[in-house]
């Protein structure tokens, strides 16, 4: 009888594995796994039988608790403002709705203005209808009505009620910080 090194190394030379822990033995070679549109040949393909796919059932009731809150929109676009008159027009027509507004004051080129809109944009979903949000592209506009604003920095965000500009919050820190000023800016109008 061979001693189990012998064996091993006799099995091994016979193209047999060797199993560790001083035991010596032959193991079929389990087949490989391969996730490719046509396995090469060697390798077992894994097919799942058709079934009913069911969501979980907490994830299912978290669905329908959400659908049960949603009752207005998740966000509301901004609504441009490309000149005087139109400004003009959504003033009056916010005073004869007894509304109050708020405008963004954005330029293209300004880094905050752009990560800070999305976020008025779900902050004016909150207040919808009660309250109506436009946006302002400084460089679209004539200086002229920039001015009748008292812009001076972006992004400016401003209360404007009765035609008349009530507050302002400039949006030169964290965008969270500025969306809770707003906020309140708001609370207080109304």
């Known amino acids: 009888m061979a001693t189990a090194p012998a064996h091993a190394a006799a099995a091994i030379a016979a193209g047999e594995s060797a199993l560790s822990h001083g035991r010596v033995g ?3 070679t389990p087949p490989r796994l391969g996730f490719v549109s046509k396995p090469p040949a060697g390798w077992a393909a894994i097919s799942l039988p058709p079934g009913p796919r069911r969501a979980a059932p907490a994830a299912a009731a978290a669905k329908e608790r959400v659908m049960e809150e ?34 963004l004051w954005m330029a293209s080129w300004c880094r905050k203005c752009i ?8 902050l004016a979903a909150e207040y919808h209808p009660r309250v109506r949000f436009y946006c302002i592209d400084v460089n679209a506009v004539p200086q002229k009505l920039v001015n009748r604003a008292g812009v001076t920095k972006m992004p400016s965000i401003q209360l404007w009620s009765d035609s008349q500009k009530q507050a302002e919050v400039i949006g030169g820190h964290k ?14 109008e109304e």
């Open 70 to 103: 949603e009752e207005g929109p998740s966000w509301v676009e901004l609504e441009p403002i490309s000149d005087e008159q139109q400004l003009d027009r959504a003033l009056a027509e916010a005073q004869q709705l007894d509304l109050p507004i708020v405008l």
């Open 115 to 122: 990560y800070l809109k999305p976020k008025l944009e779900k």
């Open 26 to 28: 032959t193991r079929p």
């Open 175 to 188: 965008s969270w910080l500025v969306i809770d000023d707003v906020r309140k800016m708001i609370e207080q």
